[in-house]
């Protein structure tokens, strides 16, 4: 019984958030990889562009509550989440004509237009503190829990509750939805061979008729719904602020680096495991060590590694050792 105990305290507190963590990181990462793989550049606003997408999400979210439109138990995010990712794709789309084509045609090498990305990246985020304001902004409504921590000890007798929240179900759920559709157009549609032909060798998908515009058009779009609906999850999950979603470039980076820059496998379980390692390495475990030790062995401390405060240092640290040993990543994406 005590295993059980220490078993769920670990899902609850360990194993289900991160793996929600993981799905938000895996779908800002394969923004970040498809970029690198079609673009051919490291577009460092993508953390910002999550924040613009959520907030106009927000902005409809507050439009649809204040006419009493709800989705109830779900989340009326949801129903204002293709609104973000629409006005977000022209966002996208309008900046790559007016920045990044004229870059493009001048053949610019890429740390140029790393250069440039970070120029967007500063006007995004004074853009959207200008329009929705710095602080923190709660916008889940809905049920609030898949399973609550009181029914799961009426039911199993247990002493330990197991809380899952609804939009932990609902990130875990989306994601899997939004990768598979993703692999399946890059897969089995001709526009996504069509991409992927470009990502391989730009000059011989020229010369095969491919036009590059279209492409890059069409990575634009599907970066902005990427963008948007992990921002919308992570601030769904947690909470918005302007300010997390430029920190959350880091691990998002991190992710996309460690599984492979350009690999959208890679990318996936980069972003699993660098939200396992943060979590795991920032959780005190001493309620779980106090359900599996003898009583006269129970930790005093809080038996943490690292301080939750130090949560990003993980990835910068995980970062390094993948650079320094394998620079290509687990699953071997491009190099620059």
Same mark, same amino acid.
């Given at each position: 019984?005590?295993?059980?105990?220490?078993?769920?305290?670990? *899902?609850?507190?360990?194993?289900?958030?991160?793996?929600?963590?993981?799905?938000?990181?895996?779908?800002? $990462?394969?923004?970040?990889?498809?970029?690198?793989?079609?673009?051919?550049?490291?577009?460092?606003?993508?953390?910002?562009?999550?924040?613009?997408? /959520?907030?106009?999400?927000?902005?409809?979210?507050?439009?649809?509550?204040?006419?009493?439109?709800?989705?109830?138990?779900?989340?009326? $995010?949801? $129903?204002?989440?293709?609104?973000?990712?629409?006005?977000? *794709?022209?966002?996208?789309? %309008?900046?790559? #004509?007016?920045?990044? #084509?004229?870059?493009?045609?001048?053949?610019?090498?890429?740390?140029?237009?790393?250069?440039?990305?970070? %120029?967007?990246?500063?006007?995004?985020?004074?853009?959207? &503190?200008?329009?929705?304001?710095?602080?923190?902004?709660?916008?889940?409504?809905?049920?609030?829990?898949?399973?609550?921590?009181?029914?799961?000890?009426?039911?199993?007798?247990?002493?330990?509750?197991? *809380?899952? &929240? /609804?939009?932990?179900?609902?990130?875990?759920?989306?994601?899997?939805?939004?990768?598979?559709?993703?692999?399946?157009?890059?897969?089995?549609? #001709?526009?996504?061979?069509?991409?992927? $032909?470009?990502?391989?060798?730009?000059?011989?998908?020229?010369?095969?008729?491919?036009?590059?515009? #279209?492409?890059?058009?069409?990575?634009?779009?599907?970066?902005?719904?990427?963008? /948007?609906?992990? %921002?919308?999850?992570?601030?769904?999950?947690?909470?918005?602020?302007?300010?997390?979603?430029?920190?959350?470039?880091?691990?998002?980076?991190? *992710?996309?680096?460690?599984?492979?820059?350009?690999?959208?496998?890679?990318?996936?379980?980069?972003?699993?495991?660098?939200?396992?390692?943060?979590?795991?390495?920032?959780?005190?475990?001493?309620?779980?060590?106090?359900?599996?030790?003898?009583?006269?062995?129970?930790?005093?401390?809080?038996?943490?590694?690292?301080?939750?405060?130090?949560?990003?240092?993980?990835?910068?640290?995980?970062?390094?050792?993948?650079?320094?040993? &394998?620079?290509?990543?687990?699953? &071997?994406?491009? /190099?620059?």
């Amino acid at each position: 019984m005590d295993f059980l105990n220490a078993f769920v305290a670990l *899902a609850n507190f360990v194993l289900i958030p991160a793996t929600a963590y993981g799905a938000q990181l895996a779908l800002g $990462a394969l923004g970040v990889t498809l970029i690198y793989g079609i673009l051919r550049f490291s577009n460092f606003a993508h953390g910002d562009t999550m924040a613009f997408g /959520t907030m106009v999400t927000i902005l409809f979210t507050w439009w649809f509550q204040s006419m009493g439109l709800s989705l109830d138990p779900l989340p009326t $995010a949801l $129903a204002a989440l293709p609104f973000g990712i629409v006005v977000t *794709a022209l966002l996208l789309l %309008g900046t790559d #004509r007016i920045v990044y #084509r004229f870059y493009r045609e001048q053949k610019a090498k890429p740390v140029i237009l790393v250069i440039v990305s970070m %120029g967007v990246m500063f006007i995004l985020n004074g853009l959207v &503190r200008f329009i929705i304001g710095p602080d923190e902004q709660r916008f889940a409504d809905g049920e609030r829990f898949l399973i609550s921590a009181r029914d799961f000890k009426e039911i199993t007798g247990l002493e330990e509750g197991l *809380a899952i &929240r /609804t939009t932990q179900g609902i990130t875990i759920i989306t994601a899997v939805i939004v990768v598979a559709l993703l692999f399946w157009f890059l897969k089995s549609t #001709r526009t996504g061979k069509s991409m992927r $032909a470009f990502s391989d060798n730009e000059d011989l998908a020229l010369l095969s008729g491919i036009n590059p515009e #279209r492409v890059v058009a069409i990575t634009w779009v599907i970066v902005a719904a990427l963008a /948007t609906i992990a %921002g919308v999850l992570y601030g769904l999950d947690k909470s918005f602020k302007p300010f997390t979603y430029f920190q959350l470039l880091l691990p998002i980076f991190a *992710a996309a680096i460690v599984g492979g820059l350009g690999s959208p496998l890679g990318a996936i379980a980069g972003g699993f495991l660098i939200a396992f390692s943060e979590v795991s390495v920032t959780y005190a475990y001493k309620k779980v060590l106090g359900y599996l030790l003898p009583e006269n062995m129970e930790p005093e401390g809080l038996v943490q590694l690292l301080s939750t405060d130090y949560k990003f240092a993980v990835s910068f640290v995980i970062l390094i050792i993948v650079l320094l040993f &394998r620079p290509t990543g687990l699953f &071997r994406g491009k /190099t620059a």
